[in-house]
C-alpha cells in the first residue's frame, strides 16, 4: 500500500466514524472546476492578461479603492468573474461531499472562504454554508446603508482585451449611487457582513450539537489563513478530526489528523471508493 493508499484508508475511517461532516473550502476547490486561483502575482496575471499589461496586482484591483479610482477597471475585474462563476459548473467532488455530510447522524455545515456561490449551485442547503468573505452573487451600495441585494439581474458586459466594464455601471436602487460586490477585498473597511453573519450565526448552533466532526479542509493555503484558522479552531473547541487536503502544503499535525497531498477531486474521488 502507498503512503498516499495509506492515508486515504485513514482518511475514510475518520469520516466513518464522524458524527457529522464539515467541509472547509479555500481556493484550491474550485482549480478542478477549471477556476484560477489567483495563486502568486504570475497566477493572477495568466487569468487577467490585461492587468499584467498595466502591471496591476490583486490585491490592487481587488479593492475598494480601485472602485472609486478606476470604477470600469474594479468592475471589468469583479463582472467577469461574476460570469465565470455563474457558467463553471462544480466538480463532482461537491457532489461526494454533499453524500458523506447526508449520511452522517448530524447536520453539517460548510465554511468556505470562496465567494464563488458553488455550494450552493451544487445543491448545498444555503441555511447550512457560511461565506466568511462573502459572495459576489450579492451587491452593496457604495454610498447609503441600504442592505445588500442580489445580483440575479446584473448581466455584465467586458471589453475583455481591456479588463473594463461597458455601459452603465451597477446602481444601488434606492439611492442611485454606485453599486459594488458584496464580498470582502483587500483594505476592505466598508464591507456589509450582515448576511454573511447571519450565516455564521445558524452555523454555530449547528457546530454545538456535534461531538465528534470530521472536518474536511480543501485547499485551503497558509497565505490567507481564514479556512486554517475555523478547522483548527474547530478540532481544538469541538472535539473531532481534521482531514486537510491540499496539493502544496498538506502539512498536519498528528493530533489534528491528517493531511493528504493530492487535489480535491482526486483525493475526494479516492476517499469515497474506501467508503
Ligand atoms: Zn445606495
Sequence with gaps: MSIQQGDLRSAAQIIADADAVIVAAGAGMGVDSGLPDFRGTEGFWRAYPALSKVGLRFEEVASPATFQSDPR?????YGHRLMLYRRTLPHAGFDILKKW???AHRPGIVFTSNVDGHFQAAGFDPR??????????RLQC????TPPWSAHSLFPEIDEEQCRWVGPLPECPSCGAMARPNLLMFWDGDWVSTPYDEQEEHVQQLLSEMKRPVCIELGAGTAIASVRSFTQGVVATHGGKLVRINV???ATDARLGIGIAMGALQALKGIDELL
Excluded: Y
Excluded at 457604495?142 to 446603508?145: I, L, P, Y
Design 73 to 77: 477597471l474594479a468592475w471589468g475585474f
Design 101 to 103: 455530510m447526508a449520511r
Design 128 to 137: 447550512v454554508v457560511h461565506e466568511c468573505h462573502g459572495s459576489i452573487h
Design 142 to 145: 457604495t454610498e447609503c446603508a
Design 248 to 250: 502544496r502544503e498538506q
